[in-house]
């Protein structure tokens, strides 16, 4: 039998997913398992994004044009307009979700065996994304003491190598739930200028911003049009995950001209969806002000309840609806998979996503998980409360 | 201002759509464009598959499974139990269309620097995944002397290095709408088995063979479950291109794990595309008699038409939907290009793609074009009369 690819054997399995067989087991029993791990919110879909499917009328379900459909980056250029962000159809490439946008960018930016700094913990999936790029992932380590703000300029300039070729950031984060102040987007922006990096955002959080702060886009910044790459999908907006439709945006017309490329070889993103996605822009702003309450509320449900919990260290996030807190545990990912495996509270048990897979730096985040806050007040209240009876009961514990 | 990665700069545009711009100002100019350049078909999607959008009762449109939603695979299973393919629906995992099983089964099965041997002209955006995968496509040269059949076995070995870890072929075959004999997949095995290689079988055209020809799937050969890779799509056999749903099919584990690390990356399929995919598997059998009777009498449509034209030279081909044939021109290239910008007979011009970019070995294709017979037979037709009248018009031809 030949041997399967060395990049394959070592890609990572995704932490957030790599425990489905045992919550399908769990399931299996019968019993009742919140999930936790994954970025799904119960949120609807809005409504007008739905009937899209319902009222279609396409006779013969075609390819689209690779770089998206027209009728869909205009919609998308008006959007963004609403958010200060001023970019033109032409500089919009719609991606098959967010995933395939990083992949795009860092193919356009990065040549196998080149260097992007990113602070970690950060989205699990961006290890990958760099795999199938053949490229490394420079990791900027934030703590939880400063709730994951950035380090200063010198730890960062300490990363940079001559094979240093961009900097990426998820501003709101995931999983910290941090989001970036201008100023630290304007630190950012100098080092790109003075080290000539691509300035790389992943923003798929932009509308999840609570306590008054402020979200400052990559695209809000002056003087970098040749650097700065936009990167978002529908998925968190609407509550759409399984549409499946991102983008990439960016005011350089080499990197557009060159993910295009790669996007003709996919040939297009999916037609239904995009036409569901170009409805969805025209969701009524009450939608988005109901979504950000429930998730308000869910933030307060979940720090409530950990407060409750001994030895459980971790913050209120700013943005997005993940965190990552520490627990008195001998190690998170062991004590993730007891939950599945071994352990029930009448019936009921939850499903977190280890943390460790978010950190690069071998031997951090051991720890610690990441919650995402996608489930109604209830059912979160009634996760921490199996947390804290779990945690009573976990043979590894640590007191 | 940085530079773009180098990979992004020697990536080939795609010589289907890289002609778009032109079409695209010849619309502009009130012109009608037939559209040769594309297997974008114009038949009707399966009115079961359409109403599957339209009937959803979807209010959280949320992600599925990395590897698909259960029930499709269960359904696909099915699907290939009607063509004496026995899976299990474990071994199948649902992709973004075909193009996502292709680049998965790269990077499954070889590293960077790697080389996989393909029989030219091959599907183009094959150069586009060989980029993004970092592997080396080694061409096979196949003439359309003999219609584009294999070569002998000394032919094919002689290509074969010891970075040579995988073979592939389109069957039925894109561009050239040749169908591997019984006895040519058979060779095909052996070499494997003889080389340790994986073969890969990219069968999207699998319902359109005609002339009572049969087609081989590399999952009907005995003996190696190990190295059978299916590559499929619902694009074409659906006329459904722009749903973006396929798959890769395999009895090898190990493949199939590396394929799912993959897709857990990029998180899932869309969707609402898999149930409209799930409810075409019951498409009714006359809708595939009613689509085989029309491609033929399209095929026979162009070939009459080519058959008036002085210099042409082609044969009719015994699958999919294409022609490569050779033009009495200077550049195949310059004269599709001059069709859109320089041409019109009464208003109206074909696209077709230039076949240079279907050829790895520089210099093979350069007087060929692909031949899509996508449209009506009155468009066809119509398209082989504009063809005559532009070739009699051309200043490049050749006498």
Redesign the interface.
């Known amino acids: ?2 041997n ?6 070592t ?4 932490p ?3 425990l ?1 067989p045992y919550a399908e087991e769990a399931k299996r029993k019968g019993r009742k398992v919140y999930h936790l791990n ?1 970025g ?6 809005p409504k007008v ?2 009937d899209a ?4 009328e ?9 770089a998206g459909l027209w009728e869909y980056r205009e919609g998308l250029a008006r959007y963004y307009g609403q958010h200060n962000i001023n970019v033109d159809k032409e500089e919009i490439l719609v991606t ?2 967010g ?2 946008a990083i992949i795009f960018a860092l ?6 065996g ?1 260097e992007i700094l990113i602070p970690e913990p950060f989205y699990t ?1 961006y ?3 760099a795999v ?1 790029a ?1 490229v490394n992932i420079v990791p900027i380590t934030c703590s939880a003491d400063t709730g994951f703000a950035l380090p200063d300029d010198d730890a960062i300039r300490a990363r940079i190598t001559d094979r240093t ?1 961009a900097i990426m950031l998820c501003n709101p984060n995931n999983p910290t739930g941090y989001v970036y102040t201008a100023e630290e987007m304007e630190r950012i922006k100098h080092l790109a200028i003075e080290f ?3 300035f790389l955002s992943d923003e798929v959080y932009r509308e999840f911003v609570y306590d008054g702060k402020k979200h400052t886009s990559v695209l809000h910044l002056e003087g970098i049009d ?2 700065a790459i936009l990167l978002d999908s529908v998925s968190k907006r ?7 439709v991102g983008c990439l945006v960016t005011h ?1 017309k ?2 557009l001209d ?2 295009l ?2 996007g ?10 995009q036409l ?1 996605a170009l409805a969805a822009i025209d969701t009524p702003p009450d939608y988005f002000e109901e979504v950000h309450g429930k998730y308000y509320r869910r933030r307060e449900a979940v720090f409530e309840g950990l407060a409750k919990i001994p030895g459980v260290v971790g913050q209120r996030p700013p943005g997005a609806f993940y965190a990552i807190v520490k627990l008195p545990v001998d190690n998170a990912d062991k004590f993730c998979t007891w939950l599945l495996k071994d352990f029930h509270d009448n019936n009921e048990t939850i499903m977190m996503a280890p943390a460790a897979g978010f950190y690069a730096t071998e031997g951090l985040g051991e720890d610690e998980v990441r919650i995402a806050f996608v489930l109604n007040v209830e059912s979160m209240t009634r996760s921490m409360e199996i947390l804290g009876n779990a945690l009573e009961q976990y043979p590894g514990k640590k007191h």
Chains 1, 2 share one sequence.
């Open positions: 039998m030949p399967i690819a060395h990049r394959a054997a890609m990572p399995a995704s957030i997913r790599k489905v994954i799904q919110p119960d949120i609807k879909t994004m739905m499917f319902r009222n279609h396409i006779d013969v379900l075609a390819y689209g044009h690779s098959t979700a995933s395939e193919m356009a930016t990065m040549d196998p080149d999936n290890n990958g994304f199938e053949s070729k000539d990096l691509f040749d650097r609407y509550s759409a995950c399984g549409a499946r350089n080499d990197i060159s993910a490329k790669f003709q070889a996919r040939l297009c993103p999916p037609t239904m969806e569901a």
